[in-house]
């Protein structure tokens, strides 16, 4: 049996549904019998298979332009994608500028923080432009399957892939569908 | 050394390469070269690419809930700014007063906790597979699951002892990532015998498998000088906590900082009174800052944090083992700080050895099963709190700073927060620019040219998870997409307010 | 058939009621659940979440609201009535900002619960981000307006119970905001108490005791292993943490 190929990406999140998923612990040695990543920030895998991949899994909102690239990227390259976590959901902790006037962040770290040197705001076209708020995904692209929390207990994880794996409907239970 | 590789002086005619994302790192950043006709490099630098907003998104939130809140900063040192944020608004509750005695110990346990999970995921799950295949291994080969695969025992012991840090974390806080458990004045729950037992449990095994973790780090560095010894050179003051008495310490303490000859010319420093000594320049190419040390200017100033400070800057470690294996590391520094990019690895399997000796130490602690955690609403009736506070901690990659006012109504009104992995930008940019000249200078590109400068990055386990938190410009780029996905007005607006309609 | 006047059917049970109970206080006496929100049985009931929404003969009624019948026919948990309350409480999510993962009411939450006993697991719909104030003028209590879901029982409380009408809403559709009667609108111009009836009634994390900060730890709360149906709204900590019953 060929292994399923696994995409993972943060996109405006912290890494903590990444590390979620690290706390498979040792079932990660059973795991990758039975699954191969593609793009990862496990791997140095930097673009999706163009072939296309099984399952995609992005923890983490829309923040900026390049984020907007690389979900549509997936979508149109994971056969399943899958939505992990608070700020995939919905915005997630980042979100909490999406309440900030664009006038009043526009100084703050950058020309009026304590201990600033030559004050200017960063503008090189290396950049990615910044979106005006912080996105959950389903609003940008179509979502399969979520897994909600913050970040979704290591089972959860565990559940998706081997329903998937056995060509299952994923079925959380009680304990597997935190908000928090 | 290669500082004239920051700004190219005329960027006309270069061709422009990319490594996008960064990867093997927590994080999001991308490297940029400028490459003339000759394919020499011009101009190399290491970006900060995302933005997020904490200090100001933060303002207005209440102070009890911002340490929980402002964890989600990371993923991956959660309890690093769960526990730096604590201290910073520890004093918004009780004045001058520090917290009870097994609050603390509760709260260095679990810090403990999180820089040994998260060095050994650094170590095992990130930077092994450049360390044990080389750096031109294949693509497809060179991460975790190749090395699970190649060398299972090694992988394993990798999982097992970040496993432990991480459910010491789960009995603490009530999850391994994002928990609740340290509050400002305080700790939450208190550690139970039967807890403790498990703990005590495991922990003889971790501090071997630490110890033969940091041979294996020392032996591969040593065996490759001298290529390991020179890779993305840099040289560099460094920046650290230590004790009163200039021991090895991550929890709390004085700023220290060695320049690069290993004179000690800071010391006993307060870190409430950081903005005397750091100052953060802003670059525009970069959400993240370049801070330095005031005092001594952009050169001298120039300094490094993280477990090569730790070690190259303490006296001596808390415990037996570690400390043995510092001044095996000392040794080799011949009585000057190592300065090797990729001696980081190295130190920071001491910087591990030392977590699980004070995890021990820690729970043969009797005070640690102690119940007073928080002071009653009595003992605090006299309590003169203040409104400003500076919570400063070793966070697995260097010292973190949580500074932090709050108004009339206990509302935050200010938060400055320094994270580790921005006093390393300057570090960083250093040693990719090393690697670039050193290794891209009129050869053939190659996907192992470019993983070399990833390696460069790595070395400093950068988190640039934790490096994005910071308010940045907002410039605008609106959409109107249609049904079928396409794209039928693009219309941005640039920070300095222009506004350019692409369709 | 002696008393069988005074039975409706619920999911295919015969219930026995009281005359003049509605469908809600007659299946709580019973021990089955109806999911709710802004129902308290100590207060007239407003019927405004529409989360006990359940059929009665073929129609949608508020089971808050409505009288039992003799030989009504209930349907309360069927798949068609647990979407529709699924998608109500997805709207009380996205129009007002629930950061579930820093609140310190996570885990003790009715909206939460609800969320989790209806298996809500994204928020379907697009998120308005509300502009909301939040009000840490009182010394003791916290409102956050962003949790606020318009029960009005902080409203019925302060009125009915506290007698001092501290609580009003305001506004119209989603604009529709938590007032405060006090001159400068403020809740530390009040004579709110955290002794007040009006300060433990908050389903969400809306109104909360300033100064707990995560008081339960993680695997503790109320809502942490067990579905709402099984826990109800109280917290076995409930008393000594001052909290009315």
Request: hydrophobic content about 40%; charged content about 25%; some cysteine.
């Amino acid at each position: 049996m060929s292994k399923i190929r696994v995409a993972t990406c943060s996109l405006a999140g912290c890494f903590g549904c990444h590390m979620s998923f690290l706390d498979l612990d040792e079932r990660i040695a059973d795991l990758v019998e039975l699954i191969e990543f593609d793009r990862s920030p496990l791997t140095d895998i930097k673009i999706v298979d163009a072939a296309g991949v099984d399952i995609g899994l992005i923890e983490g909102g829309v923040c900026n332009a390049e984020n907007v690239h690389t979900l549509r990227e997936f979508r149109s390259r994971c056969r399943i994608l899958v939505a992990v976590g608070a700020c995939a959901l919905t915005g997630g902790v980042p979100a909490l500028r999406n309440r900030i006037p664009l006038q009043e962040c526009f100084a703050e770290a950058y020309l009026q923080g304590a201990g600033i040197e030559a004050p200017q705001v960063p503008n090189d076209p290396e950049l990615p432009l910044l979106l005006d708020r912080v996105y959950p995904l389903h609003e940008v692209v179509r979502i399969d399957h979520v897994l909600p929390g913050c970040p979704p207990p290591a089972d959860a994880f565990w559940e998706l892939l081997t329903a998937l794996l056995a060509g299952r409907e994923p079925d959380l239970d009680y304990a597997l569908r935190r908000f928090d | 050394m290669y500082e004239h590789l920051e700004n190219a002086s005329n960027t006309d005619g270069l061709s422009r390469m990319v490594i996008e994302p960064i990867s093997r790192v927590e994080g999001h950043g991308k490297v940029t070269l400028l490459l003339d006709e000759n394919r020499r490099v011009q101009q190399a630098r290491l970006h900060i690419v995302e933005f997020r907003g904490f200090e100001r998104f933060i303002q207005g939130r209440p102070f009890r809930e911002v340490p929980t809140l402002v964890q989600r900063l990371c993923g991956i040192c959660p309890i690093s700014h769960l526990l730096a944020a604590s201290k910073a608004c520890d004093p918004f509750i009780l004045g001058a007063l520090t917290i009870t005695p097994t609050a603390e110990k509760l709260r260095r346990l679990l810090h403990h906790a999180q820089v040994l999970q998260s060095n050994a995921l650094h170590f095992f799950h990130l930077a092994s597979p450049d360390l044990l295949f080389g750096f031109d291994d294949a693509v497809a080969h060179r991460n975790v699951v190749g090395v699970i695969m190649d060398q299972r025992e090694l992988g394993l012991r990798g999982i097992r002892i970040r496993k432990y840090g991480q459910e010491v974390i789960r009995i603490l806080t009530g999850k391994r990532v994002h928990g609740t458990g340290s509050i400002p004045g305080g700790f939450l729950k208190p550690l139970t015998l039967a807890e403790r037992d498990e703990m005590l449990q495991g922990i003889d095994q971790i501090i071997d498998w630490c110890v033969a973790s940091n041979e294996l780090a020392r032996d591969l560095f040593l065996a490759h000088q001298p290529e390991h010894l020179t890779f993305g050179a840099t040289e560099s003051a460094f920046l650290s906590l230590v004790t009163a008495t200039g021991d090895c310490e991550i929890y709390d303490g004085v700023l220290r900082v060695k320049d690069a000859c290993g004179k000690i010319i800071v010391d006993g420093f307060d870190p409430a009174r950081y903005l005397d000594l750091i100052r953060e320049e802003v670059k525009p190419w970069s959400y993240m800052k370049f801070p330095y040390l005031a005092p001594f200017g952009h050169e001298a100033g120039y300094y490094r944090v993280g477990p090569l400070a730790r070690i190259n800057n303490a006296d001596r470690m808390p415990s037996e083992r570690a400390e043995a294996a510092r001044q095996e590391f000392a040794d080799f520094g011949q009585g000057k700080p190592v300065q090797a990019t990729l001696a980081q690895h190295w130190a920071r399997m001491i910087d591990t050895i030392m977590c699980a000796e004070v995890i021990r130490y820690l729970l043969l602690d009797a005070e640690i099963l102690g119940t007073e955690l928080v002071y009653s609403d009595e003992q605090l009736k006299h309590i003169d709190p203040v409104r400003e506070g500076v919570g400063v901690i070793e966070a697995p990659r260097g010292t973190l700073l949580h500074h932090y006012k709050i108004d009339d109504d206990e509302n935050i009104s200010f938060a400055n927060l320094i994270v580790s992995t921005t006093h390393n930008n300057r570090g960083m940019n250093d040693s990719v620019r090393a690697v670039a000249a050193e290794y891209f200078d009129g050869r053939a590109v190659t996907e192992g040219l470019l993983n070399r400068i990833e390696v460069a990055i790595r070395a400093y386990d950068p988190c640039l998870s934790c490096a994005t938190h910071a308010l940045g410009q907002m410039p605008l780029i609106i959409e109107a997409i249609e049904a079928d996905g396409r794209i039928s007005s693009q219309l941005a607006r640039h920070d300095d307010g222009r506004i350019e309609q692409f369709i | 058939m002696n008393g069988n006047d005074f039975t409706f059917v619920l999911d295919g049970e015969n219930i026995r009621f009281e005359p003049g109970q509605t469908i809600m206080e007659a299946a709580s006496q019973a021990g089955a659940y109806i999911p709710h929100l802004c129902y308290h049985p100590e207060y007239r009931p407003r019927g405004s979440c529409k989360l006990c929404t359940v059929k009665i003969n073929g129609h949608f009624g508020t089971a808050c609201t409505l009288p039992v019948q003799p030989g009504m026919q209930v349907e309360n948990d069927t798949d068609e009535l647990n979407l529709m309350r699924r998608r109500v409480v997805q709207m009380l999510f996205i129009e007002g900002n629930h950061y579930c993962p820093f609140c310190e009411k996570s885990g003790n939450c009715q909206l939460q619960a609800l969320a989790y006993h209806v298996g809500m697991q994204d928020s379907h719909f697009p998120h308005f981000f509300s502009l909301r104030q939040i009000d840490a003028s009182h010394p003791e209590m916290l409102l956050d307006r962003d949790r606020c879901i318009q029960c009005e029982l902080c409203v019925r409380a302060s009125r009915e119970t506290d007698k001092k009408s501290i609580f009003g809403l305001a506004g119209r559709s989603t604009s529709t905001n938590l007032v405060i009667n006090s001159e400068s609108g403020l809740l530390g111009d009040t004579d709110f108490s955290i002794h007040d009836f009006a300060a433990h009634i908050c389903p969400t994390g809306a109104l909360i005791p300033k100064r707990e900060g995560y008081p339960i730890p993680i695997g503790e709360r109320l809502y942490d292993h067990q579905d709402i149906s099984a826990v109800g709204h109280l917290h076995p900590n409930a008393a000594q943490r001052g909290e009315s019953k």
